[in-house]
C-alpha cells in the first residue's frame, strides 16, 4: 500500500487556532513596559535541552523585552512541536518561560490489520512524524486515522472501522494503536447504462473492466468498485461510441450507491447516444511545409464511411509526428468538424500549425534509481544540442524499451521558459525486476520426474550487463550452463558473451549399461549491429566430448572410441545474423524475429557443418487476439569423409518444439532403440492467442489454441513430409513474477509407434 500521507505536514485548522488562541492570551498577558532583561529562566523541561529553547526566542539576557518579542518566542517555540502549552512570566526583569512539552510516543501499534502490511504502515506514519520516540501530535493521528479509512475505502472495503487508542505511559510518553476491524469486501452486485439504443446493453458492459465480476475475479478484482477504474471504464465507453460514428454522444450522469449494510455496490450509467454520422469531406488547411502530398497520404479517414474518431486520432498523431521529424516538436493538428444534421454528415478540416523548429537542449533520464544513466543514453538516437527530430525520439524510446528493464517508458517534451527554439527531453522510465527465475517439471515413463532451474538478471548492479544460470536435472541428464554478455563491450554497440557449460548423461534404466557421455566447454560470441534491427554474431567455443566407458554402450559411442579414444575434442566457429522487429519480448503482438546461424568444426577432431534457421511472425487480429507463426530449421554435415558427430545432432519433442510428444524424443534411434538425435530439423508451430474468459483486456494471462508439426531425421535420410508428426491442443500463457508460464495440453495428430506421449507439459520461461 502506498499512503499518501505526506500531506499530514500541513499545520491543521485545530493546531493554527490553539496557537492563534494562546498567542492572543499572551498579547494579555504580557501587556507591560519594555525592559532590559536581566535573566531568562525555563521551566517544565523534561526531554528537550534548554539550549533548544534558546535558540528559538528572539533575545538574549541584556536585550530590552517587548510584547512583540515576547509573542514572536511563543510563535517559535509552538512552531518546533515539541511543546503542548507554552507561557511567559515576567519577574521583575526576569523573564520565566513556563512550557508544557509534549509526551513522546512508546510504541506504534496496528491490530487487525491484513489488507496492508504493518511495517508499510508504521513507515507511512514515521514519514510524517508518527513514530516511536517522537513527540505525539493528536491532530496528526486523527489525520492518519481518516486517511486509513480512505485506504480501506480504495480497496472496496466500505465497512472498515478504524479506532485510535491513546494510553498513556510512564515518563510523559504514550503508547498509541489504531484497532481495525476491516469486515468484508463490498462488491459491484449492479452495472446498469441507460439510454442506450443502437447497442444491447450486455455489448456496452463487455467493454467496462469493472461488472458483476465472474468466477476470475479473484484474480483480475473486477468486481470491485473503483472510482479510477470507473473514470476509465467511462472513457472506454465513449471512444467506443465515437469510433461508431456517434459523434455527439456523451454521458448524462453516473450514479453509484452502496447498500445500508455497505456490501453491495450498484452503479448507473445513463447515456446520450445521438445521431450517427457519416463522413461527407476530408479537407486541409493551414501550413503543411510544402509537403501536402505526403501529409494527405498519412490521412486513414475516408470520405463516404461513417465517422470513426480512432482514425480521426490516428491521422492528427501522424501528422504532428511527421511534423516532428522535421524539428517542429510544438505543431499542432486541430480537428474542425462541420456537421450537417439534415443528412446526418460530418465535414472534416484538418487545421495544421506548425509553430516554429525546435533544438534539444538536454535530455534528463527520471526514474531510474539502479540503473545508471549512461546505459539508457547510449539506447538515445536524438542526441543534446541538435535539431529535435520526433523519428529518432521514437526510435530511441522503443530502442530504451526493449532493453527489458523498464516497465514504462516514456518521453515528454519540455519547453525551455527562457528559450523560443529549445526543448528538453524527460525520459521517464519506470524500474521493473530484471531478474527472471524458469523452472520447469516432467514426468516420463523414462526419466521419472526432471527438474529445470534457471536465474536470469538482466542488468546486474544497473549496469546494463546479463548474467544467466541454467540448470536441467534428472536421474540419467544434467545440464549445466553460466552465460555473461555485456551489450555494449565497445562504444559503437558491439556486445560479448561468454558461455561455460557442461552436460551429462547416462543410459536409462530399460537400456541397461553404465557408461556416462560428457560435455564440456568454454565459448565467446561477439554480436555486431548494423542497423536498428539486425545484428550479426561470430563466435567461437573449445569443447571436449567424453565417454566414460561402461556396459551396454550405443553402436555410436563404440565408433566415437574407435576414432579418437573415446575423447574427442573441437573448436567449433560459429557466424550468424539476426532481425528482431517484435513489439515485446515476454509478450509479443506484433513484429517479426528471423534468425539465420552457422557452424563449422574445421579444428579438432570431429569436422562437421551445421546451418539453421528461424522466422517468427506474430500478427495482430484485434488488439485482444494474434495470430503467431514460428519455423526452425537446421541441416548438419560431416566433412572430410566423416558423418556428423552424434553430439552434435538435433532433437525434437516436447515444449519448443512439438508439443505433445515428451522432451527431444524425436528423430533417429540406435539400432538398440534410445534416441540419439538426427542432423536434420524441421519444427513447424503455429497458435491463435486470445483473452483468458473474466481476465478482460489483460494480456498478460491468455489461452491459445496450437498446432505443431516437425521431426528430426538422419544425415542420409531425406526429409519426408510423411514421417513429420503432429499435434493439437490448447494451453495458458501467463507472465507471472517469476517468468512467462506456458501450459500446454496436446493430442497427437500423426505419431508412430514407439513414439513417447505426454499429453501434459509446462514450463515457466519458454514460448512456443
Sequence with gaps: MTMQLSQFRRTTLAQSAAFIAATLMTFNVLAADPFNVRDIRVEGLQRVEPGTVFASIPFRVGDDYTDEKGAAAIRSLFALGLFKDVRIEVNGDVLVLIVEERPNIAQVEFIGTKEFEKDVLRKALRDIGLAEGRPFDKALADRAEQ??????????????????????????????????????????????????????????????????????????????????????DLETLRAWYLARGYLEFRIDSTQVAISPNKQDISITINVTEGDRFVVSEVVMDGYYLGKDDEFKSLIEIQAGKVYNADEVTRTTKAFNEYFGNFGFAFARTEVRPEIDRTTNRVKLVLVADPARRAYVRRINIVGNNRTRDQIVRREFRQTESS?????????????????????????????????????????????????????????????????????????????????????????????????????????????????????????????????????????????????????????????????????????????????????????????????????????????????LNSELGAFGDG??????????????????????????????????????????????????????????????????????????????????????????????????????????????????????????????????????????WARPIRSFAGDRIQQLQFQIGTSF
Design 387 to 595: 535539431w529535435y527530430d520526433g523519428e529518432k525520439i521514437r526510435l530511441s524510446r522503443d530502442r530504451v524499451n526493449r532493453l527489458g528493464y523498464f516497465k514504462e517508458v516514456d518521453v515528454d517534451t519540455q519547453e525551455v521558459a527562457s528559450s523560443q527554439d529549445q526543448v528538453d527531453l524527460n525520459v521517464n522510465v519506470v524500474e521493473k525486476p530484471t531478474g527472471m527465475l524458469t523452472l520447469g517439471a516432467g514426468f516420463s515413463s523414462a526419466e521419472k520426474v526432471s527438474l529445470s532451474f534457471g536465474i536470469q538478471q538482466d542488468n546486474v548492479f544497473g549496469s546494463g550487463h546479463n548474467l544467466g544460470l541454467q540448470v536441467s536435472t534428472s536421474k540419467f541428464n544434467q545440464y549445466y550452463v553460466l552465460n555473461t554478455t555485456d551489450p555494449y563491450f565497445t562504444e559503437d554497440g558491439i556486445s560479448r558473451t561468454f558461455e561455460l557449460y557442461h552436460r551429462s548423461s547416462k543410459p536409462y534404466v530399460q537400456q541397461g549399461g553404465n557408461y556416462r557421455m560428457i560435455t564440456s566447454g568454454l565459448g565467446v560470441r561477439f554480436g555486431l549491429p548494423f542497423s536498428e534491427l539486425d545484428r550479426i554474431f561470430l563466435g567461437s567455443a573449445a569443447e571436449k566430448t567424453e565417454l566414460v566407458p561402461g556396459t551396454n554402450m550405443l553402436g555410436v559411442h563404440a565408433k566415437l572410441c574407435q576414432q579418437f579414444g573415446c575423447v574427442a575434442s573441437n573448436v567449433p566457429v560459429t557466424a550468424g545474423w539476426a532481425r528482431d522487429s517484435r513489439d515485446s519480448y515476454l509478450n509479443p503482438n506484433n513484429g517479426k524475429f528471423i534468425r
Design 607 to 744: 569436422r562437421y557443418a551445421k546451418f539453421g534457421g528461424q522466422y517468427q511472425q506474430y500478427f495482430p487480429i484485434t488488439k485482444q487476439y494474434t495470430f503467431a507463426f514460428n519455423a526452425d530449421l537446421g541441416i548438419g554435415k560431416g566433412l572430410n569423409g566423416q558423418t556428423l558427430p552424434f553430439y552434435k545432432n538435433y532433437y525434437s519433442g516436447g515444449l519448443g518444439s512439438v508439443r505433445g510428444f515428451e522432451q527431444g524424443t524425436l528423430g533417429p534411434r540406435d539400432i538398440t532403440g534410445p534416441v540419439i538425435g538426427g542432423a536434420k530439423k524441421v519444427t513447424v508451430n503455429t497458435e491463435f492467442l486470445l483473452p483468458f474468459p473474466g481476465a478482460g483486456n489483460d494480456r498478460s494471462l491468455r489461452l491459445y489454441g496450437f498446432y505443431d508439426m516437425g521431426n528430426v531425421y538422419g544425415e542420409f535420410e531425406k526429409i519426408d513430409v510423411g514421417q513429420l508428426r503432429s499435434a493439437y491442443g490448447i494451453g495458458l500463457s501467463w507472465v507471472s513474477p517469476m517468468g512467462p508460464l506456458r501450459f500446454a
Design 147 to 232: 486517511e486509513l479509512k480512505r485506504q480501506y475505502v480504495n480497496r472496496s472495503l466500505y465497512g472498515a472501522e478504524i479506532i485510535t487508542t491513546i494510553t498513556p505511559a510512564d515518563r510523559n510518553r504514550v503508547n498509541l494503536s489504531f484497532t481495525v476491524i476491516e469486515g468484508d469486501l463490498a462488491k459491484i452486485k449492479e452495472m446498469r447504462v441507460v439510454g442506450s439504443k443502437a447497442f444491447d446493453e450486455s455489448k456496452l458492459l463487455d467493454q467496462f473492466d469493472q461488472g458483476r465480476g465472474n468466477w476470475l475475479s479473484w484474480y483480475t478484482k473486477s468486481d470491485r468498485y473503483s472510482r479510477t477504474k470507473l473514470n476509465a
